[in-house]
């Protein structure tokens, strides 16, 4: 009996251990510099034995509650164990952060040059593990491993909203998970002083604390600061006990927390408190610091001791970004001291506060980082400089010799939509989709060996203004975190956003584990349609957020069934098709899709612009835009959208005298960025380009305080008339006016 009692129980864990095998999953992400699958799989279910430096102790305990769930260790009957070696012999072939993890049915192996690179393996690991149906059962496998940037970042805006420490080490746990070393922590802004300093009480007594905590735009002298205790104030801060908490709890994960106590601008919260520090002298809402005074200074490096007192990080980040600079225009001894200072431009005011305070730094052995804007005036020797507004900042520094990281707001700003914007809560603007993300070359082109050098790596930035809950912060963040996380540590030649795309499946799991609020896939399909200017048709294709999908379509415009066309490859259409297109998942329809392709009469014809062309903030494809046959995405920073500030003039010219049936325009509205649709748009044909007749004027029917995202086409039934000159002229509304093309058939 007990013979085959013994058999069936060793049948039984063979039976096991194969189907644990077989569904093994080692899709890590990043994507790991090497990964050599073996055979077998490492059983945690059992006692287990911890080897680990005494340096490492700290983090060994770590990995034993993140790894081990109920398993024991240290027994003298382990049947396995794991072994953490820091060897400092493999800086050549590790670097800093590298590390080298094995894991065989017997024991695991991490082994890394520094403690950096060990708590790295540690997480690959523990990912390894959670990303597995069974977290019992760990594949075997090789893996070496190491970064491609030194900087890896991830920030986190809590002026707007105060979020606890509990989610803040939540928040941390994930940038440790997948090989972050940064936590940028933005802690002041206008809307509240989020850090106890203790020489300015005012800062957390009344600054952290704000009257309305759900108005989208909350400013200064529409809504007020209130008191601490107030029944009706909003906001937060964190204590100094709380800040070393927070600084302690990443420290132990290899993540290094960066501050950023903004200057001079963002600075309406300070002001508020302490007005003798603006110009002014007087609550006024001004949003910089009066840079000629010497009390400004004095604050700020009081305030900055005791932020370097909590943060033992070798950056500090005093923001520098979007100071308007008036009050310093309109101030006596602003101007007094440009005077003095021989300054022509204000810009160089600026300048002279930044070089203030990163000399008060530098004497502290820190360093300044700021956004591009520092670099405005003159960048003080040894700042850094944080890209935002596209990567012409970071290309500025690297040329002149500065450090730099990328964090462009068309590929790093996570609270820009991630999908269609009327299917999402409301965002700021902007659409970056996870591919986008993923797409991104934190090394600009343009740069050379010595220059590229300079490029420390990459960030995403989170600010909270649309953001008020922490479920709000996780959907914002997740997946697209886990895209740049792959773009700051893998090579850029071993990735490839397919197969990132196929390892994402196996980390939803992993985010449910950790109870992630992380925004599920859509079923929407992106239909893209290439211009073939050769044989004037166009090449189409489907994207989808889901993976590998099963996709039906029709070139009729009927509604697409199992029956139709089932996509497998890009296919070409000539003249005007109507194409619709669904994802099918257990025989059943998802949402359809519409795309009209329409290979019109004006495609690659020229455009002259008669008032003064596009904006050069976004000159999309200059003055082939507008009838390249491209149409524009979801965002206007997708480069086919053409930017305007004053009314629109321009002329196509056919090529010769052409029957013409119908024009359309299309135009983008999205208020909070300042877009809107034109108010009225206007078309003139001539024969010889010299004397035009207006052929019809249409009014914009669209409210300019819908807030929704919205296109709207203007279309001209042009009856048959013969011309070989179209004139359209366009009377823009307010802010800025996009188009994408012009078409005409």
């Given at each position: 009996?007990k013979?085959?009692?013994?058999f069936l129980?060793a049948a039984?864990?063979t039976t096991i251990?194969?189907?644990?095998q077989?569904e093994?999953?080692?899709s890590?992400i990043p ?5 050599e699958k ?5 059983n945690?279910?059992?006692?287990i034995k911890?080897?680990?430096p005494e340096?490492?102790?700290k983090e060994?305990d770590?990995?034993?509650k993140?790894f081990l769930?109920g398993a024991?260790?240290e027994?003298?009957?382990s ?7 820091i060897d ?10 590298g ?5 065989t049915?017997q024991n695991?192996?991490?082994?890394a040059?520094?403690?950096e ?9 523990i990912?390894?593990?959670?990303i597995?149906k069974?977290q019992s059962?760990i ?5 070496i491993?190491t970064p ?8 986190l805006d809590?002026s707007?909203?105060f979020?606890?420490?509990s ?16 936590f940028h922590?933005h802690l002041t802004d206008?809307?509240?002083w989020?850090?106890e300093i203790?020489?300015y009480?005012k800062l ?8 309305n905590?759900?108005?989208?735009n909350?400013?200064?002298?529409e809504?007020q600061?209130l ?14 006990k709380?800040a070393?908490e927070v600084?302690a ?10 501050p ?7 600075s ?6 302490y ?7 007087e609550?006024?809402g001004?949003?910089e ?5 010497d009390a400004t200074y004095t604050?700020?490096?009081n305030?900055?001791?005791?932020v370097m007192?909590?943060f033992?990080s ?9 100071a308007p600079m ?5 101030c006596k001894d602003c101007?007094?001291?440009m005077?003095?200072k021989?300054f ?5 005011l600026q300048?002279?506060?930044i070089?203030r305070?990163?000399?008060f ?9 700021g956004?591009d804007?520092?670099l ?5 020797k ?6 935002w507004?596209g ?5 500025a520094?690297?040329?002149q010799?500065h ?5 462009p707001g068309?590929?790093c700003y ?6 269609d914007?009327?299917?999402q809560p409301?965002?700021?603007g902007g659409y ?10 934190p090394v ?6 010595s220059?590229?050098k300079h490029?420390?790596g990459?960030?995403a930035n989170?600010w909270?203004?649309?953001?008020p809950?922490?479920?709000h912060?996780e959907y914002m963040v997740?997946p697209r975190?886990l ?5 700051g540590w893998t090579a ?6 397919k197969?990132f ?6 980390q939803?799991?992993?985010l449910?584990?950790?109870?992630i609020?992380?925004?599920?896939p859509s ?10 200017y050769k044989?004037?048709?166009?090449k ?6 889901q993976?590998n999908?099963?996709i039906y379509y029709?070139l ?6 199992t029956?139709?066309?089932k ?10 098709t109507?194409?619709?297109?669904a994802?099918?998942?257990d ?10 392709a329409d ?6 014809k020229k455009v002259r612009y ?8 976004y000159?999309a ?5 507008l009838?390249n046959?491209?149409?524009g995405s979801?965002t206007?920073q997708d480069k086919?959208?053409q930017g305007?500030l004053?009314d629109?003039?321009v002329?196509?010219?056919m090529g010769?005298?052409?029957?013409l049936h119908?024009l ?6 999205l208020?909070g960025p300042?877009?809107?649709?034109p ?5 003139y044909l001539s024969k010889d380009g010299?004397?035009y007749h207006?052929?019809?004027k ?5 409210s300019?305080?819908d807030d929704?995202l ?6 001209f039934n042009l009856?048959g008339e013969r011309?070989r ?10 802010g800025f006016?996009?188009?994408d ?5």
């Amino acid at each position: 009996m007990k013979k085959i009692s013994l058999f069936l129980f060793a049948a039984l864990f063979t039976t096991i251990s194969v189907t644990a095998q077989s569904e093994s999953s080692y899709s890590l992400i990043p994507k790991p510099t090497s990964l050599e699958k073996l055979d077998g799989h490492f059983n945690i279910g059992t006692h287990i034995k911890i080897n680990a430096p005494e340096d490492f102790r700290k983090e060994a305990d770590l990995f034993k509650k993140k790894f081990l769930f109920g398993a024991e260790d240290e027994s003298e009957n382990s049947s396995g164990s794991v072994h953490f070696i820091i060897d400092h012999q493999k800086e050549q072939t590790l670097g800093a952060e590298g590390y080298h993890l094995k894991v065989t049915p017997q024991n695991i192996k991490i082994v890394a040059a520094h403690k950096e690179g060990a708590i790295h393996g540690m997480f690959s690991l523990i990912q390894l593990q959670q990303i597995q149906k069974n977290q019992s059962f760990i594949p075997a496998v090789n893996i070496i491993d190491t970064p491609r940037f030194s900087y890896r970042g991830m920030h986190l805006d809590v002026s707007r909203h105060f979020f606890p420490v509990s989610f803040l080490k939540k928040y941390i746990d994930m940038l440790a998970l997948y090989k972050f070393n940064t936590f940028h922590w933005h802690l002041t802004d206008a809307q509240g002083w989020r850090l106890e300093i203790k020489k300015y009480p005012k800062l957390t007594q009344i600054a952290a604390w704000r009257s309305n905590g759900h108005k989208l735009n909350w400013h200064l002298g529409e809504e007020q600061f209130l008191h601490e205790g107030d029944p009706n104030a909003y906001g937060g801060y964190y204590t100094q006990k709380e800040a070393r908490e927070v600084v302690a709890y990443a420290a132990k994960r290899g993540i290094t927390v960066i501050p950023e106590i903004e200057f001079p601008a963002h600075s309406e919260e300070v002001l508020d408190v302490y007005p003798e520090l603006g110009c002014s002298g007087e609550r006024d809402g001004t949003s910089e610091f009066c840079v000629c005074k010497d009390a400004t200074y004095t604050f700020m490096k009081n305030v900055l001791k005791e932020v370097m007192d909590i943060f033992p990080s070798r950056y500090i980040h005093i923001g520098g970004d979007e100071a308007p600079m008036d009050s310093w225009k309109d101030c006596k001894d602003c101007q007094a001291l440009m005077k003095r200072k021989g300054f022509t431009k204000v810009e160089q005011l600026q300048s002279y506060a930044i070089k203030r305070l990163n000399k008060f730094l530098v004497s502290h052995e820190r360093k300044l980082i700021g956004w591009d804007e520092i670099l405005k005036g003159g960048l003080p020797k040894g700042a850094t400089v944080m890209s935002w507004r596209g990567v012409s900042g970071g290309i500025a520094a690297a040329e002149q010799g500065h450090d730099a990281i990328m964090t462009p707001g068309g590929y790093c700003y996570f609270d820009h939509y991630q999908s269609d914007p009327n299917t999402q809560p409301k965002a700021i603007g902007g659409y970056i989709p996870l591919w986008k993300v993923y797409s991104y070359n934190p090394v600009p082109e343009s740069l050379n060996k010595s220059q590229a050098k300079h490029i420390l790596g990459v960030q995403a930035n989170l600010w909270t203004e649309y953001i008020p809950t922490t479920d709000h912060v996780e959907y914002m963040v997740f997946p697209r975190m886990l895209a740049l996380a792959e773009v700051g540590w893998t090579a850029q030649n071993e990735r490839k956003f397919k197969d990132f795309h196929r390892r994402l499946q196996s980390q939803y799991l992993l985010l449910q584990r950790h109870h992630i609020n992380y925004y599920r896939p859509s079923y929407r399909l992106h239909v893209k349609a290439v211009p073939d200017y050769k044989n004037k048709r166009f090449k189409i294709s489907f994207r989808s957020e889901q993976y590998n999908p099963t996709i039906y379509y029709t070139l009729d415009g009927t509604t697409p069934d199992t029956s139709d066309y089932k996509y497998s490859n890009p296919f070409y259409t000539e003249g005007q098709t109507t194409i619709k297109a669904a994802i099918f998942k257990d025989g059943e329809r998802k949402k359809v899709a519409t795309y009209n392709a329409d290979y019109h009469k004006a495609i690659g014809k020229k455009v002259r612009y008669l008032n003064g062309g596009w904006s050069s903030s976004y000159p999309a494809q200059k003055a082939k835009t507008l009838t390249n046959g491209i149409t524009g995405s979801l965002t206007y920073q997708d480069k086919q959208w053409q930017g305007f500030l004053h009314d629109m003039d321009v002329v196509i010219d056919m090529g010769a005298e052409t029957t013409l049936h119908q024009l359309s325009m299309r135009f983008m509205q999205l208020i909070g960025p300042g877009v809107y649709i034109p108010d009225a748009v206007s078309v003139y044909l001539s024969k010889d380009g010299e004397n035009y007749h207006q052929f019809k004027k249409i009014q914009n029917d669209v409210s300019p305080q819908d807030d929704r995202l919205l296109f709207k086409n203007f279309k001209f039934n042009l009856n048959g008339e013969r011309a070989r000159y179209i004139r359209v002229k366009v009377k823009k509304q307010n802010g800025f006016m996009f188009s994408d093309e012009i078409k005409v058939n």
